[in-house]
């Protein structure tokens, strides 16, 4: 159990580590107050997969700033006139199991014609590897961009395991989207695939030695799914 009567640490707000070259990190005071409420150990379960359904809707908005968009001539009841409409490469969402699902919903409310892929990994406790138990994504991963979801960048061992994979399996344009990122899996995301940015609602301070973040939120696919 945490020491509620300790001194609070920082918040990372309060102490904004420089934001790594890969990492784009969402700001918006929405964004920060709604992952405040979800941090709270007494957070219940349907406020919890609430609130990141909300916050997942600001990531996926910024981690797809950059889609291409093309010209095309829409009759408004008004006149007929040139709009912009996406184009270019079709999405593929790929959600790390189990806790990658709560992102999932809501990236699919953004765009609903997205095609979706799963990893599931399980991490061994004392060494903090991965170890896969299903791949299962769409066949033309080389022609999509792919967006990899999971709320929690702790170690890095997990996402950079399922980018590598999914490179093996073709995915030549990747993206990664968490709620929270700790320093060292952001290190270790970017030295396995530097092509890949990382869009993050939160740089946390470290990991514990069992590798969940700090201040962090707990485990995400407990507090998601109220397994405990
Ligand atoms: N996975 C979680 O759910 N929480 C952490 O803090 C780290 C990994």
Same mark, same amino acid.
């Given at each position: 159990?945490?020491?509620?009567?300790?001194?609070?640490?920082?918040?990372?707000?309060?102490?904004?580590?420089?934001?790594? @070259?890969?990492?784009? %990190? =969402?700001?918006?005071?929405? /964004?920060? *107050?709604?992952?405040?409420?979800?941090? &709270?150990? !007494?957070?219940?379960?349907?406020?919890?997969?609430?609130?990141?359904?909300?916050?997942?809707?600001?990531?996926?908005?910024?981690?797809?700033?950059?889609?291409?968009?093309?010209?095309?001539?829409?009759?408004?009841?008004?006149?007929?006139?040139?709009?912009?409409?996406?184009?270019?490469?079709?999405?593929?969402?790929?959600?790390?199991?189990?806790?990658?699902?709560?992102?999932?919903? @809501?990236?699919?409310? %953004? =765009?609903?014609?997205?095609? /979706?892929? *799963?990893?599931g990994?399980?991490?061994? &406790?004392? !060494?903090?590897?991965?170890?896969?138990y299903l791949f299962?994504?769409?066949?033309?991963?080389?022609?999509?961009?792919?967006?990899?979801?999971?709320?929690?960048?702790?170690?890095?061992?997990?996402?950079?395991?399922?980018?590598?994979?999914?490179?093996?399996?073709?995915?030549?344009?990747?993206?990664?989207?968490?709620?929270?990122?700790?320093?060292?899996?952001?290190?270790?995301?970017?030295?396995?695939?530097?092509? =890949?940015?990382?869009?993050?609602?939160?740089?946390?301070?470290?990991?514990?030695?069992?590798?969940?973040?700090?201040?962090?939120?707990?485990?995400?696919?407990?507090?998601?799914?109220?397994?405990?």
């Amino acid at each position: 159990m945490p020491d509620h009567t300790a001194t609070p640490t920082p918040t990372p707000a309060e102490t904004p580590p420089e934001t790594p @070259a890969n990492v784009t %990190l =969402v700001q918006h005071p929405l /964004v920060r *107050h709604k992952l405040s409420l979800m941090r &709270d150990a !007494t957070c219940p379960t349907n406020s919890f997969r609430h609130l990141l359904r909300e916050i997942t809707l600001f990531l996926g908005y910024e981690a797809m700033r950059d889609l291409p968009l093309e010209d095309r001539p829409v009759a408004t009841p008004m006149e007929t006139a040139q709009m912009p409409v996406l184009t270019g490469k079709k999405l593929c969402f790929v959600s790390i199991l189990r806790a990658g699902d709560g992102l999932m919903g @809501a990236m699919l409310e %953004l =765009v609903p014609s997205a095609r /979706v892929g *799963h990893v599931g990994l399980v991490r061994d &406790d004392t !060494t903090l590897q991965p170890t896969e138990y299903l791949f299962k994504v769409p066949k033309d991963l080389e022609q999509r961009r792919v967006y990899v979801l999971d709320p929690m960048l702790a170690t890095g061992n997990s996402a950079a395991h399922a980018i590598t994979r999914l490179k093996a399996a073709g995915a030549k344009d990747l993206r990664f989207v968490c709620l929270l990122a700790a320093p060292q899996g952001v290190e270790t995301l970017g030295r396995a695939h530097p092509d =890949v940015e990382i869009v993050t609602a939160a740089l946390d301070r470290d990991l514990d030695d069992r590798g969940y973040i700090l201040p962090g939120l707990g485990d995400a696919g407990d507090r998601l799914y109220g397994t405990k």
